[in-house]
């Protein structure tokens, strides 16, 4: 089986030097290489174009390891989607593995890859890195070429028991099947020039059929914002994107596809009913199925997405948590998870009595809320612009802080068991404002308790239990 591996760059040529090199040296299986050059001036075009012509003289004197080398070059920076699909349509391997340019490879990396993609019958498998987003994130303890390769030698021994099913990979470290791309599609170029474009090839494997694992035996390391940078106009692209994927998937929360640790970790053991109001993707499900719950059915507001959780969870109902039909008597659930649900709700307390309804004696609620008291807002709202959108999610039509949410899951018949806090971490200039608040509060008698510490919390996960 042939892999073809494609590499999109864009200046920077050290770390081009560095990622390449690093395929060579650790790559043991047959493969082709692809690069796509989106219009270079600081030699990558004449370091490439050297590059394929040696490979090729390489070959031709019958070098049987020597791979074959395909170099696109751009006129214009088409951007990384573009430029991406144009590699991929170019491969004629079995399997495409996709790489950043400031990405290094580490021995073993393409056979654990391989090894996972074939075991489970994924559509697509991703490796681990120390910068990607989401699940795929490991903390790796290096400081030096040589102790990167220390730390990957044992990271990436053959390990099937680190595997995870999943809905969303990052785009970076990735591998996927021939057969994925021409059912589903390339990259959604109007991604251009990148964010977000990943995610979206995820939702539509998914729901075209094919699974998704996390390899947690395979360890590449990613330098990170080499090409896209950082800084505002990183940030607003980001931006940008993260509403155009919102938009397309008809939703107004552009981390749908994420899980959400401290929830999955908040849901008791043995849970075996478990009924996620804002169920997205299917992260959540799919994550309590793998650990052995019997049954778990979503609610969801998007078709589109509703139609990739079902691929993970026992049942989707498409529509609003609190007036959607559930075929389910009462009592029938042992958790109920909301994350965020409560802002969304036209009517919180409406929304506490169905799930009251609905878990059993002594069920539990897991749920997420943002706090509308963050500093985050104080600050917006101090400068006079704070805007829907800016300091809380899209789709909100109730704001809470922690006292006010315990009072009205109180009232609604439940008693909290547990709150976690999500508290931001400031710099000088935030806490120092922080603390000015906190004094002219205190001065003039308008808080009690601890006031600062109440604003520095951005969210608090809140685990209630159903009162008999």
Known sequence: MKTSIVVVTKDQLPYTRLCLDSVRIHTRESYELIVVDNASTDGTHEYLAALAAETEAARAGGDAFAPEVKVIFNDLNAGFPKACNQGLRAATGETIALLNNDMIVTPGWLTNLLG?????????????????????????????????????????????????????????????????????????????????????????????????????????????????????????????????????????????????????????????????????????????????????????????????????????????????????????????????????????????TRINDWLAPGGQLVTTVMNVASLNTLVELLRGSWRHGDTVLPGFLHFFTKKTFLETLADAGFEAIGVQETVANLDQRGLDVLLALAELSRIHGLSDGDVAHQWQVLSFLVTARKKH
Request: aromatic share 8%; glycine share 10%; hydrophobic share 45%.
């Open 116 to 352: 996972c993609l074939t075991a489970t019958g994924a559509g697509m498998v991703g490796a681990m890195s120390n910068m990607i987003s989401g699940l795929q994130r490991v903390d790796a303890s290096y400081d030096s070429a040589e102790s990167l390769e220390r730390f990957a030698a044992e990271f990436n021994r053959a390990d099937r028991g680190k595997w995870r099913p999943t809905v969303r990979l990052g785009g970076g470290g990735l591998l996927l099947r021939r057969e994925v791309l021409d059912q589903v599609g390339d990259f959604d170029e109007s991604f251009t020039p990148g964010n977000f474009e990943d995610d979206d090839l995820s939702l539509r494997v998914v729901r075209a059929g094919f699974a998704l694992f996390i390899a947690g035996d395979t360890f590449i390391h990613h330098f990170g914002g080499v090409t896209l940078g950082r800084g505002q106009d990183y940030a607003d692209l980001l931006r940008r994107n993260a509403d155009h994927f919102r938009a397309k998937w008809a939703t107004d929360d552009a981390t749908v596809a994420y899980l959400r640790q401290p929830v999955a970790d908040a849901i008791p053991a043995g849970a075996r009913h478990v009924l996620d109001l804002r169920c997205g993707a299917g992260a959540l499900g799919l994550d309590l199925k793998s650990k052995g719950a019997a049954r778990v059915v979503g609610v969801e507001t998007s078709p589109l997405l509703a139609a990739v959780a079902s691929r993970s969870l026992d049942h989707v109902a498409v529509g609003e948590p609190a007036m959607v039909p559930l075929p389910y008597v009462s009592g029938y659930f042992d958790v109920v998870v909301a994350e965020e649900a409560f802002e969304r709700a036209a009517d919180p307390r409406s929304l506490l």
